[in-house]
């Protein structure tokens, strides 16, 4: 054949000859000739085969000359053709390509062949592929979803392309893999031939479309073709070079890409590729890495692929991109660190590797312990899940369970979450699958290895008493060492005679320094113990010389190691030597003494020595010394995890308190783990989690629920019954030694178990049957959890106490109630839930459910109290009565009267006691004490019932009324009122209406003013049995030194509080005694009860206790944690419901942000938390705080109050907020009367956020504090304020013409503060001279000092600002008093800090005037205006407050 086909660059080189013997296109059909052309090379293709191409090659090519103007059916029949042509072709080449060799024209011939249908098929396919991937017009306007356009396309072009190209790339597959090397002479096939095969494949490959998982079967094809090119066609680096450029360049071809390599790896066994590939990533910079994100990840996550495909054989190639550890871009250290995660998974897990494939795994472990601690917290929780999935793969060695537990445990407390969520499933993991033991109860396990470890002395003692023989694993030990002492001395030896032959040659010596130095050289950051280690490792790569020198120099850093080695020298070998003999041998010692540690602390090789030992019959007793070595050492490791773990749980416990969801959920999910693993601490645990049943959160709520189902109500076993009591047993448990809150939370946890059916009736009927005693071996314990539970569930169905009302009564109530007041309190608890309680908002109460004053349970309650009120020893009784008290008001139908009876029996138990003592001249101090213990639950009883009293009128009685006369009205509708006409009852129904609303509303008010009055009137205050005892109440509260005992003065207190609640007119007259005991008790208890009844007054009578309110501020002094706690509380609860407002004695709730209680300074985190969001709260407040805070009086030193004010100016946020306060802020500078003041203000310019307006504020102001620049702390706190500005993205496009502004600022603030230390040096020098002179009436230097000081700033500032000129603030030698803070009820007086002058005061005013004269018409609306100072003639009257006088 005369020409050559040569695969061109371009299409159209196709048509320009540049050789005489190339092929060229001699004419490119038109469209009109294409149809009949294809025709005829389709019969001729029947005919001659695939040699038809080289005559009619340019009827195809035609095709993709013309793709544009010619129909979708020609490109279809053309692609047929072709793909027939090159099926045909390989069939052909099959016969051809054999043993012998053709001919050379038979050879060019067909490599023309070849190479005309390799060229038509990839272009064919890259021309489809494009028109596939177009949408037509039809697919933009009806196609929704891959599956439709895939339809319309089908249905359009009348052939499925995925189809028709897998059927190409398998004919483009068989063609390649043939023998086609033979046609070309030499035998090399062309780079162009290679690139037209390979870059049609990866031009296919960034179809997002081959991603998906139908296309997998193409995927497979286009692999195999990458892969033969590779093998057969010297493709190995062009592949690896566009394979690196496709993953980064293409998100969704990491998954494929991983594949392709796989097969070329795997199936071809070409390694060189995946060789390319490692280097070619490993050598990326560092900084370009981090300017291609993308690509960067890309390549992390395709290797991280690739090392989970084929971890065997990405092994040896991990030391090229181990460097990447140390740089900059943490994806590319997760990638390292996921590449060796899959590597220990998968490799290096298995048993028996040999030394320095375990070398290599520990250098891995060691890489991910170290990146625990990564700078990066993406790094962090990455190699915590890396860990995790070891652990969960038990590929973990068991030398490394405790360090890694210590280490997790550290990262508990990492913050970011993120870290904190993989630190929680690592170390929950850990526990799942630790090697040790199924439980964990440290002090069992601390008993036992005591234990063990004293069996092992006294077997290893009596070894020894019977003739001495030695153990078998020190006897291994010992052969093991006498072989490498042999090799250590052999290489010194050697080493020795070539430094004697080679001291000719000093470079080679130097050259061999250089190389052993590294190995012997012991730095400053190295310790004992790292040395040691590198001393073993030597040892274990039998590098002895190097591990001889490295301990020659350890033993000269550290000479005490000498000792213990130079004693068993002394025991062992006690014949004379040479000094250099000497020090030989102590050297070796010395490397013994390591080396037996190390492998005495192996419990593998202990439990081998075990095994050989159980072999050898002869040496039974030594096999149990081994045993009971390997028992040891496991127990020890046991404890060390179970401690270590221990550590955790207190950290554990705090994160149940996270706003992070799933710092909550791990822990809760821990919390079940160590649960079941028996870990003691983890019923800490296990009860806090306990206040999250109330989670807003709807997971925390479900995680919470199911962790106590897994826990409580899954016993294992297949009799319900047994099941039953188990889950009746657990749940006890978690009655006992609990708090009020924590019964709340265990009673919503009920009602949510009750709700989903876990407690069956069978539990139920167990929870009775204990309550009654009736199953054998319950407590009394065990009966009142029993009634505590079933009052819980009965919160969800009270069905299940209303059935059982007797069983209540005759055993709650019964004898044992007598002498058991908690049962009989519980008891009272589940009688509390008979009555249906729910209903909806503005829904009419259904009936009560009463029953009548006479019934048995109404007797038995009064016959325990009345009795049990002179049982001293009993401390049960005031709660007792306080249920008691709640059930009678609850399901009585008179319980006024019952009441009344209960209090009648109780005060003549009392007068009855007390008058058969009167004979006794002298009272014993146990009778003395029996009168004041029945006369505090006298008054606790009197407290109660007039508070059930109110509440039982204002509810029951109110509500009754209501549903009363809402039956009367639904009674009264006749139907004939219904059948008026229609067009009269549309006018008169709607007045009717009307009129019975007004009538409604009227008589509802009305009844709730008579319930009022009889509340005023008739329950404390009245000629009533409550009246009559008020005066006793108070009597005990007003005489503390009579009535000293706390118990009774508390519940005196109590009492009072409770009356108060119920007259308002009782509340205006003892006002003044409750706040007098409020101050005066030296009691905690007593002030922190007040505190709390009065917030309820608060809630009641508001404007009767808004003038006491500085009174309860100071509460937030006391010197009691729980009454500061309670008084916070109160507070939060008060001015978040707006019942109290904001005023300047905010101040003390600032302060408590730095109380040394954290509870406290938490709880008032969390108030001005929730004050930032009620509008401008925080703000309005600022002014006013910084003043209080700022007196030195208030007593908040300076480092408090930057504490304080650090964490509100965090609230600030808006721009109009930060301009307002620079202004005042600045203002107050003149009012500051001492250098801390300063500081403090200037502290808090710092602490705003400023923008143009802001700072030209703060120009606009410099005249009120350039005089204090002098001051360091205030002039470092301006100049923070410019470099902030310098540096801050807030001023935006702004910032470069504000630039000049900045700059005049600075240098204003530099000028200032250099002519007041100017001045300082001055003043100081002329106060030295006048005190050596003979004028001792001159002004005093610090007069002078100021007042120089203020007329020269400001002299220089008018130069610069002429607007601002103010006249000079002179000091006066006689300051004015400071103002006294009195905490009074007039709430339009504002209090200020500072004392103005006259002059300073007109000053201000003016200066206020003159500013708000300039402000812009959008700043008119100030939030906050600046205060001024108000002078009121005459004296303020206050309230005295009642002094109590002792009777004495």
């Given at each position: 054949?005369?020409?050559?086909?040569?695969?061109?660059?371009?299409?159209?080189?196709?048509?320009?000859?540049?050789?005489?013997?190339?092929?060229?296109?001699?004419?490119?059909?038109?469209?009109?000739?294409?149809?009949?052309?294809?025709?005829?090379?389709?019969?001729?293709?029947?005919?001659?085969?695939?040699?038809?191409?080289?005559?009619?090659?340019?009827?195809?090519?035609?095709?993709?000359?013309?793709?544009?103007?010619?129909?979708?059916?020609?490109?279809?029949?053309?692609?047929?053709?072709?793909?027939?042509?090159?099926?045909?072709?390989s069939?052909?080449?099959?016969n051809?390509?054999g043993?012998?060799?053709?001919?050379?024209?038979?050879?060019?011939?067909?490599?023309?062949?070849?190479?005309?249908?390799?060229?038509?098929?990839?272009?064919?396919m890259?021309?489809?592929?494009?028109?596939?991937?177009k949408?037509?017009?039809?697919?933009?306007?009806?196609?929704?979803?891959?599956?439709?356009?895939?339809?319309?396309?089908?249905?359009?072009?009348?052939?499925?392309?995925?189809?028709?190209?897998?059927?190409?790339?398998?004919?483009?597959?068989?063609?390649?893999?043939?023998?086609?090397?033979?046609?070309?002479?030499?035998?090399?096939?062309?780079?162009?031939?290679?690139?037209?095969?390979?870059?049609?494949?990866?031009?296919?490959?960034?179809?997002?479309?081959?991603?998906?998982?139908?296309a997998?079967?193409?995927?497979?094809?286009?692999?195999?073709?990458?892969?033969?090119?590779?093998k057969?066609y010297?493709?190995?680096?062009?592949?690896?070079?566009?394979?690196?450029?496709?993953?980064?360049?293409?998100?969704?071809?990491?998954?494929?890409?991983?594949?392709?390599?796989?097969?070329?790896?795997?199936?071809?066994?070409?390694?060189?590729?995946?060789?390319?590939?490692?280097?070619?990533?490993?050598?990326?910079?560092?900084?370009d890495?981090?300017?291609?994100?993308?690509?960067?990840?890309?390549?992390?996550?395709?290797?991280?692929?690739?090392?989970?495909?084929?971890?065997?054989?990405?092994?040896p190639?991990?030391?090229?991109?181990?460097?990447?550890?140390?740089?900059?871009?943490?994806?590319?250290?997760?990638?390292?660190?996921?590449?060796?995660?899959?590597?220990?998974?998968?490799?290096?897990?298995?048993?028996?590797?040999?030394?320095?494939?375990?070398?290599?795994?520990?250098?891995?472990?060691?890489?991910?312990?170290?990146?625990?601690?990564?700078?990066?917290?993406?790094?962090?929780?990455?190699c915590?899940?890396?860990?995790?999935?070891?652990?969960?793969?038990?590929?973990?060695?068991?030398?490394?369970?405790?360090?890694?537990?210590?280490?997790?445990?550290?990262?508990?407390?990492?913050?970011?979450?993120?870290?904190?969520?993989?630190?929680?499933?690592?170390?929950t993991?850990?526990?799942?699958?630790?090697?040790?033991?199924?439980k964990?109860?440290?002090?069992?396990?601390?008993?036992n290895?005591?234990?063990?470890?004293?069996?092992?002395?006294?077997?290893?003692?009596?070894?020894?008493?019977?003739?001495?023989?030695?153990?078998?694993?020190?006897?291994?030990l010992?052969?093991?060492?006498?072989?490498?002492?042999?090799?250590?001395?052999?290489?010194?030896?050697?080493?020795?005679?070539?430094?004697?032959?080679?001291?000719k040659?000093?470079?080679?010596?130097?050259?061999?320094?250089?190389?052993?130095?590294?190995?012997?050289?012991?730095?400053?950051?190295?310790?004992?113990?790292?040395?040691?280690?590198?001393?073993?490792?030597?040892?274990?790569?039998?590098?002895?010389?190097?591990?001889?020198?490295?301990?020659?120099?350890?033993?000269?850093?550290?000479?005490?190691?000498?000792?213990?080695?130079s004693?068993?020298?002394?025991?062992?070998?006690?014949?004379?030597?040479?000094?250099?003999?000497?020090?030989?041998?102590?050297?070796?010692?010395?490397?013994?003494?390591?080396?037996?540690?190390?492998?005495s602390?192996?419990?593998?090789?202990?439990?081998?020595?075990?095994?050989s030992?159980?072999?050898?019959?002869?040496c039974?007793?030594?096999?149990?010394?081994?045993?009971?070595?390997?028992?040891?050492?496991?127990?020890k490791d046991?404890?060390?995890?179970?401690?270590?773990?221990?550590?955790?749980?207190?950290?554990?416990?705090?994160?149940?308190?996270?706003?992070?969801?799933?710092?909550?959920?791990?822990?809760?999910?821990?919390?079940?783990?160590?649960?079941?693993?028996?870990?003691?601490?983890?019923?800490?645990?296990?009860?806090?989690?306990?206040?999250?049943?109330?989670?807003?959160?709807?997971?925390?709520?479900?995680a919470?629920?199911?962790?106590?189902?897994?826990?409580?109500?899954?016993?294992?076993?297949?009799?319900?019954r047994?099941?039953?009591?188990?889950?009746?047993?657990?749940?006890?448990?978690?009655?006992?030694?609990?708090?009020?809150?924590?019964?709340?939370?265990?009673?919503?946890?009920?009602?949510?178990?009750?709700?989903?059916?876990?407690?069956?009736?069978?539990?139920?009927?167990?929870?009775?049957?204990?309550?009654t005693?009736?199953?054998?071996?319950?407590?009394?314990?065990?009966?009142?959890?029993?009634?505590?539970?079933?009052?819980?569930?009965?919160?969800?169905?009270?069905?299940?106490?209303?059935?059982?009302?007797?069983?209540?009564?005759?055993?709650?109530?019964?004898?044992?109630?007598?002498?058991?007041?908690?049962l009989?309190?519980?008891?009272?608890?589940?009688?509390?839930?008979?009555?249906?309680?729910?209903?909806?908002?503005?829904?009419?109460?259904?009936?009560?459910?009463?029953?009548?004053?006479?019934?048995?349970?109404?007797?038995?309650?009064?016959?325990?109290?009345?009795k049990g009120?002179?049982?001293?020893?009993?401390?049960?009784?005031?709660?007792?009565?306080?249920?008691?008290?709640?059930?009678?008001?609850?399901?009585?139908?008179?319980?006024?009267?019952?009441?009344?009876e209960?209090?009648?029996?109780?005060?003549?138990?009392?007068?009855?006691?007390?008058?058969?003592?009167?004979?006794?001249?002298?009272?014993?101090?146990?009778?003395?004490?029996?009168?004041?213990?029945?006369?505090?639950?006298?008054l606790?009883?009197?407290?109660?019932v007039a508070?059930s009293q109110?509440?039982?009128?204002?509810?029951?009685?109110?509500?009754?009324?209501?549903?009363?006369?809402?039956?009367?009205?639904?009674?009264?509708?006749?139907?004939?009122?219904?059948?008026?006409n229609k067009s009269?009852?549309?006018n008169?129904?709607?007045?009717?209406?009307?009129?019975?609303?007004?009538?409604?509303?009227?008589?509802e008010?009305?009844?709730?003013?008579y319930?009022?009055?009889?509340?005023?009137?008739?329950?404390?205050?009245?000629?009533?049995?409550?009246?009559?005892?008020?005066?006793?109440?108070?009597?005990?509260?007003?005489?503390?030194?009579?009535?000293?005992?706390p118990e009774?003065?508390?519940?005196?207190?109590?009492?009072?509080?409770?009356?108060?609640?119920?007259?308002?007119?009782?509340?205006?007259?003892?006002?003044?005694?409750?706040?007098?005991?409020?101050?005066?008790t030296?009691?905690?208890?007593?002030?922190?009860?007040?505190?709390?009844?009065?917030?309820?007054?608060?809630?009641?009578?508001?404007?009767?206790?808004?003038?006491?309110?500085?009174?309860?501020?100071?509460?937030?002094?006391?010197?009691?944690?729980?009454?500061?706690?309670?008084?916070?509380?109160?507070?939060?609860?008060?001015?978040?419901?707006?019942?109290?407002?904001?005023?300047?004695?905010?101040?003390?709730?600032?302060t408590?942000?730095?109380?040394h209680?954290?509870?406290?300074?938490?709880?008032?985190?969390?108030?001005?938390?929730?004050?930032s969001?009620?509008?401008?709260?925080?703000?309005?407040?600022?002014?006013?705080?910084?003043?209080?805070l700022?007196?030195?009086?208030?007593?908040?030193?300076?480092?408090?109050f930057?504490?304080?004010?650090?964490?509100?100016?965090?609230?600030?946020?808006?721009?109009?907020?930060?301009?307002?306060l620079?202004?005042?802020?600045c203002?107050?500078?003149?009012a500051?009367?001492?250098?801390?003041?300063?500081?403090?203000?200037?502290?808090?310019?710092?602490m705003?956020?400023y923008?143009?307006?802001?700072?030209?504020?703060?120009?606009?102001?410099?005249?009120?504090?350039?005089?204090?620049l002098?001051?360091?702390?205030?002039?470092?706190?301006?100049?923070?304020?410019?470099?902030?500005?310098?540096?801050?993205?807030?001023?935006?496009?702004?910032?470069?013409?504000?630039?000049?502004l900045?700059?005049?600022?600075?240098?204003?603030?530099?000028?200032?503060?250099?002519?007041?230390?100017?001045?300082?040096?001055?003043?100081?020098?002329?106060?030295?001279?006048?005190?050596?002179?003979?004028?001792?009436?001159?002004?005093p230097?610090?007069?002078?000092?100021?007042?120089?000081?203020?007329?020269?700033?400001?002299?220089?500032?008018?130069?610069?600002?002429?607007?601002?000129?103010?006249?000079?603030?002179?000091?006066?030698?006689?300051?004015?008093?400071?103002?006294k803070?009195?905490?009074?009820?007039?709430?339009?007086?504002?209090l200020?800090?500072?004392?103005?002058?006259?002059?300073?005061?007109?000053?201000?005013?003016?200066?206020?005037?003159?500013?708000?004269k300039?402000?812009?018409?959008?700043?008119?609306?100030?939030?906050?205006?600046?205060?001024?100072?108000?002078?009121?003639?005459?004296?303020?009257?206050?309230?005295?407050?009642?002094?109590?006088?002792?009777?004495?």
């Open positions: 054949m005369s020409f050559e086909f040569l695969i061109p660059v371009a299409r159209d080189d196709l048509l320009n000859k540049t050789n005489v013997s190339q092929f060229v296109v001699d004419e490119v059909l038109s469209p009109r000739e294409l149809t009949g052309a294809l025709h005829e090379l389709k019969t001729n293709l029947r005919s001659t085969g695939a040699r038809v191409i080289l005559e009619h090659f340019d009827v195809l090519f035609s095709v993709l000359c013309l793709q544009k103007d010619i129909s979708q059916d020609v490109k279809e029949d053309a692609w047929e053709l072709v793909v027939k042509i090159a099926k045909s072709l069939n052909e080449l099959v051809v390509l043993d012998v060799l053709p001919a050379r024209e038979e050879k060019q011939a067909c490599l023309n062949t070849v190479k005309m249908v390799c060229y038509l098929l990839c272009q064919y890259e021309m489809l592929d494009a028109d596939d991937s949408p037509s017009a039809t697919q933009l306007v009806n196609a929704k979803g891959r599956a439709k356009t895939s339809k319309m396309k089908k249905a359009s072009t009348g052939m499925d392309w995925d189809e028709e190209r897998a059927i190409g790339l398998k004919a483009l597959l068989h063609l390649v893999s043939l023998n086609l090397h033979q046609l070309w002479d030499p035998p090399i096939p062309d780079d162009e031939f290679v690139n037209l095969v390979t870059n049609c494949c990866y031009k296919l490959f960034e179809t997002p479309r081959l991603a998906y998982a139908s997998l079967e193409t995927r497979q094809v286009m692999n195999h073709i990458i892969a033969v090119m590779v057969n010297n493709h190995s680096l062009g592949c690896s070079l566009k394979l690196v450029q496709l993953v980064q360049h293409f998100e969704h071809l990491v998954a494929p890409l991983a594949q392709t390599l796989q097969v070329i790896t795997e199936e071809f066994g070409v390694k060189t590729v995946l060789c390319e590939i490692t280097r070619e990533i490993g050598r990326l910079a560092p900084e890495a981090a300017k291609d994100s993308s690509g960067t990840r890309n390549c992390s996550t395709f290797l991280v692929e690739i090392a989970d495909r084929i971890p065997a054989l990405v092994l190639n991990m030391s090229l991109l181990l460097c990447h550890l140390d740089t900059e871009p943490y994806v590319m250290r997760n990638c390292v660190l996921g590449m060796i995660g899959e590597i220990l998974m998968k490799v290096l897990n298995k048993d028996g590797l040999d030394d320095k494939t375990k070398a290599t795994r520990d250098e891995f472990l060691d890489h991910l312990e170290e990146h625990v601690h990564d700078c990066n917290a993406y790094v962090r929780s990455k915590l899940q890396i860990w995790t999935a070891i652990v969960n793969e038990n590929c973990l060695p068991l030398r490394r369970q405790v360090s890694l537990t210590t280490l997790v445990v550290g990262r508990l407390k990492d913050k970011s979450s993120s870290v904190r969520k993989q630190a929680l499933q690592l170390i993991n850990l526990f799942k699958c630790n090697p040790y033991a199924a964990f109860s440290v002090k069992e396990l601390e008993q290895y005591e234990s063990e470890a004293e069996k092992l002395k006294q077997l290893m003692k009596e070894d020894e008493e019977n003739g001495g023989q030695s153990n078998p694993l020190v006897e291994k010992e052969n093991d060492w006498q072989r490498i002492e042999i090799m250590i001395k052999e290489a010194l030896l050697n080493e020795g005679d070539s430094q004697d032959t080679e001291e040659t000093e470079s080679e010596e130097e050259g061999s320094q250089e190389k052993t130095q590294p190995d012997i050289v012991i730095t400053d950051e190295d310790t004992q113990d790292s040395v040691t280690e590198r001393v073993m490792t030597l040892l274990m790569e039998e590098k002895w010389c190097a591990a001889y020198k490295l301990m020659t120099a350890m033993v000269n850093t550290y000479p005490d190691i000498m000792q213990e080695a004693q068993q020298n002394e025991r062992t070998d006690s014949q004379g030597s040479t000094s250099t003999q000497e020090e030989g041998t102590s050297i070796i010692q010395c490397l013994k003494q390591i080396f037996m540690r190390h492998k602390s192996n419990i593998e090789l202990a439990a081998e020595a075990v095994q030992q159980d072999s050898e019959d002869q039974g007793r030594v096999s149990d010394v081994s045993k009971q070595q390997v028992l040891v050492w496991y127990l046991t404890l060390a995890f179970a401690v270590e773990t221990e550590k955790a749980f207190p950290v554990i416990c705090r994160l149940l308190g996270s706003e992070n969801v799933s710092d909550v959920l791990g822990a809760v999910d821990f919390f079940v783990t160590g649960f079941k693993f028996g870990l003691s601490s983890a019923m800490q645990g296990v009860r806090r989690m306990l206040p999250l049943i109330w989670s807003k959160e709807s997971g925390v709520k479900e919470v629920v199911d962790a106590y189902k897994k826990m409580y109500l899954s016993p294992e076993g297949n009799n319900e047994a099941n039953a009591l188990a889950i009746v047993k657990n749940l006890s448990a978690l009655t006992f030694g609990v708090t009020i809150g924590d019964l709340t939370s265990l009673e919503g946890l009920m009602i949510e178990l009750m709700k989903t059916g876990d407690l069956n009736s069978t539990v139920m009927k167990i929870l009775w049957e204990r309550f005693l009736k199953i054998p071996n319950t407590s009394a314990e065990d009966s009142r959890a029993a009634i505590l539970l079933l009052s819980m569930a009965a919160g969800a169905d009270n069905t299940v106490v209303r059935s059982n009302i007797n069983v209540m009564v005759s055993e709650g109530l019964g004898p044992r109630a007598h002498s058991d007041f908690i009989a309190r519980d008891t009272c608890l589940a009688l509390l839930k008979l009555p249906n309680s729910k209903r909806m908002k503005g829904q009419v109460a259904g009936k009560p459910f009463r029953l009548p004053q006479n019934h048995d349970m109404f007797t038995r309650l009064s016959d325990i109290l009345v009120v002179a049982d001293v020893e009993n401390r049960y009784w005031i709660p007792l009565a306080e249920q008691a008290v709640k059930v009678i008001y609850k399901l009585s139908n008179h319980p006024d009267a019952v009441c009344q209960i209090i009648r029996k109780v005060i003549h138990e009392f007068n009855r006691s007390n008058n058969a003592d009167k004979p006794n001249p002298s009272l014993s101090a146990a009778t003395m004490q029996t009168s004041v213990v029945v006369l505090t639950r006298v606790s009883l009197a407290g109660q508070f109110m509440i039982y009128l204002e509810s029951d009685v109110l509500d009754e009324l209501k549903r009363r006369r809402a039956g009367k009205e639904d009674s009264g509708k006749t139907p004939a009122r219904q059948n008026k009269r009852e549309s008169a129904s709607e007045a009717i209406e009307e009129e019975l609303g007004l009538a409604g509303a009227a008589a008010d009305a009844e709730a003013e319930i009022r009055k009889v509340c005023e009137r008739d329950i404390v205050t009245g000629k009533t049995l409550l009246g009559a005892l008020a005066p006793v109440i108070v009597a005990v509260c007003t005489n503390q030194a009579k009535y000293s005992d009774l003065q508390s519940a005196a207190s109590l009492a009072l509080s409770k009356f108060m609640m119920v007259s308002s007119e009782f509340c205006d007259t003892h006002l003044q005694l409750l706040f007098t005991i409020l101050e005066k030296t009691h905690a208890t007593i002030r922190a009860n007040i505190i709390i009844a009065l917030g309820d007054l608060t809630f009641r009578f508001p404007n009767m206790i808004e003038p006491w309110t500085p009174r309860i501020y100071a509460r937030l002094r006391d010197e009691s944690t729980l009454v500061r706690q309670n008084t916070l509380q109160v507070l939060t609860h008060l001015i978040l419901n707006d019942m109290v407002k904001v005023k300047g004695q905010i101040s003390e709730m600032a408590c942000l730095v109380d209680n954290d509870k406290i300074s938490c709880s008032a985190k969390i108030f001005f938390t929730e004050l969001k009620k509008g401008n709260a925080v703000y309005n407040i600022m002014p006013d705080l910084i003043s209080r700022s007196d030195p009086d208030v007593g908040v030193d300076e480092e408090h930057r504490t304080i004010l650090r964490y509100l100016f965090a609230f600030i946020q808006k721009d109009r907020q930060c301009e307002s620079v202004e005042k802020l203002q107050r500078f003149r500051a009367r001492n250098e801390r003041q300063w500081r403090d203000l200037a502290f808090c310019l710092s705003l956020s923008n143009e307006k802001s700072l030209r504020k703060l120009q606009e102001n410099f005249v009120c504090f350039a005089d204090k002098a001051d360091d702390e205030v002039y470092s706190c301006f100049v923070s304020i410019i470099s902030k500005s310098q540096s801050s993205g807030k001023l935006g496009a702004k910032g470069a013409s504000l630039a000049p900045l700059t005049e600022l600075e240098e204003r603030l530099e000028r200032c503060h250099n002519k007041g230390m100017e001045e300082d040096d001055i003043v100081q020098k002329a106060s030295q001279s006048s005190q050596r002179g003979k004028t001792p009436h001159k002004t230097a610090r007069k002078g000092k100021a007042g120089r000081r203020t007329r020269k700033m400001i002299s220089d500032s008018e130069e610069d600002e002429a607007e601002n000129k103010t006249p000079v603030v002179r000091r006066q030698t006689q300051r004015k008093a400071k103002p803070i009195s905490f009074d009820s007039d709430e339009e007086s504002d200020e800090l500072f004392d103005l002058d006259k002059s300073c005061t007109e000053d201000s005013q003016s200066q206020d005037s003159a500013s708000q300039s402000k812009d018409s959008s700043d008119d609306e100030d939030l906050m205006p600046v205060k001024k100072p108000k002078h009121k003639g005459g004296k303020k009257t206050t309230r005295a407050l009642l002094t109590v006088n002792s009777p004495r």
